[in-house]
T-cell receptor, first 114, second 112 residues
Framework: AQSVTQLDSQVPVFEEAPVELRCNYSSSVSVYLFWYVQYPNQGLQLLLKYLSGSTLVKGINGFEAEFNKSQTSFHLRKPSVHISDTAEYFCAVTRTGTASKLTFGTGTRLQVTL | NAGVTQTPKFRVLKTGQSMTLLCAQDMNHEYMYWYRQDPGMGLRLIHYSVGEGTTAKGEVPDGYNVSRLKKQNFLLGLESAAPSQTSVYFC???????????FGQGTRLTVV
């Protein structure tokens, strides 16, 4: 079975500062990795995903993530955050090669202030 | 272009009552999922379906039943609601397990 650990439950940051949200996964097989964002009182929306190929993945709203197989990590980064980036961010994993289900981490709340 | 629609958006139940949450998607997706979201616990999968007429258990299936009689609909039932089922419930669908999962707006359920 796969599992996901998001090490930080909350990350406060000032506007225009860079941010990194950490995600580590555990799996005995190859995986696909995802980052989703949840704005207040809304459902989740896909930010980016890693299926194969380049380990640096670019997503919407200026976010990017890097897949590191040796460290079993998929950290999310943005060089300069905006107030509108305030939201909950979820890392998720599913196994490759066969029908499987998405397993989510517990989420990281990004709070951007002036 | 509705995407994934959940009905109802809010509901208050008394302990022991039953109810059904409806999820409808108009994207012709094969895969559909029901998650519950609780503070500090992320999203936990209740049940999922990989096609019309199929269902499977997720991480936390106890106390819930599901049905997928039509490809576009995925129903979540609570036969006898308990306070521990107070949560926000999300339905999602995807074309396959590699692709993007599209989420509904959620149903906030309170069991008193």
């Amino acid at each position: 079975a796969q599992s996901v650990t998001q090490l930080d439950s909350q990350v406060p940051v000032f506007e225009e500062a860079p941010v990194e949200l950490r995600c580590n996964y555990s799996s005995s097989v190859s995986v696909y990795l995802f980052w989703y964002v949840q704005y207040p009182n809304q459902g989740l929306q896909l930010l980016l995903k890693y299926l194969s190929g380049s380990t640096l993945v670019k997503g919407i709203n200026g976010f990017e993530a890097e897949f590191n197989k040796s460290q079993t990590s998929f950290h999310l980064r943005k060089p300069s955050v905006h107030i509108s980036d305030t939201a909950e961010y979820f890392c998720a994993v599913t196994r490759t090669g066969t029908a499987s289900k998405l397993t989510f981490g517990t989420g990281t709340r990004l709070q951007v202030t002036l | 272009n509705a995407g994934v629609t959940q009905t109802p958006k809010f509901r208050v139940l008394k302990t022991g009552q039953s109810m059904t949450l409806l999820c409808a998607q108009d994207m012709n997706h094969e895969y559909m999922y029901w998650y519950r979201q609780d503070p500090g616990m992320g999203l936990r999968l209740i049940h999922y379906s990989v096609g019309e007429g199929t269902t499977a258990k997720g991480e936390v299936p106890d106390g819930y039943n599901v049905s997928r009689l039509k490809k576009q609909n995925f129903l979540l039932g609570l036969e006898s609601a308990a306070p521990s089922q107070t949560s926000v419930y999300f339905c999602a669908s995807s074309y396959d397990w590699q692709g993007e999962a599209f989420f509904g707006q959620g149903t906030r359920l309170t069991v008193v």
